[in-house]
């Protein structure tokens, strides 16, 4: 779901490193935004409400709102639309709050 041939822009390096989405491998670009990799391997739910357990994804992408916060690398509340990709890097969906995790 990338866009890798463009009439304009250059044509976008391929994935080259792998992130860890709830223990799934999952293609990335080195320093590109973690929601970025996620919306291009059709992750579209990255966290759940607190309240009513509502889905909620990508919306503002500038790391304005708390729609994107997931848990990478066991912290909560990581806004994931301004969090570069990086190898080996393991992103979990959130539910509520978030907790603290060992990884």
């Given at each position: 779901m990338r866009v890798t041939h463009h009439p304009i822009l250059p044509d976008a390096p391929e994935p080259d490193c792998t992130?860890?989405?709830n223990g799934k491998p999952l293609p990335a670009k080195n320093g590109e935004p973690v929601a970025a990799a996620?919306?291009?391997s059709g992750v579209r739910v990255f966290r759940e409400t607190a309240k009513k357990h509502r889905p909620?994804?990508?919306y503002c992408g500038i790391?304005?709102?708390t729609?994107?916060?997931m848990i990478v690398d066991g912290e909560p509340n990581v806004r994931t639309c301004v969090t570069p990709a990086r190898a080996g890097m393991r992103v979990q969906t959130q539910k509520g709050l978030g907790e603290w995790t060992d990884g």
């Open positions: 992130i860890y989405y996620l919306l291009a909620r994804g990508i790391g304005r709102c729609d994107c916060v």
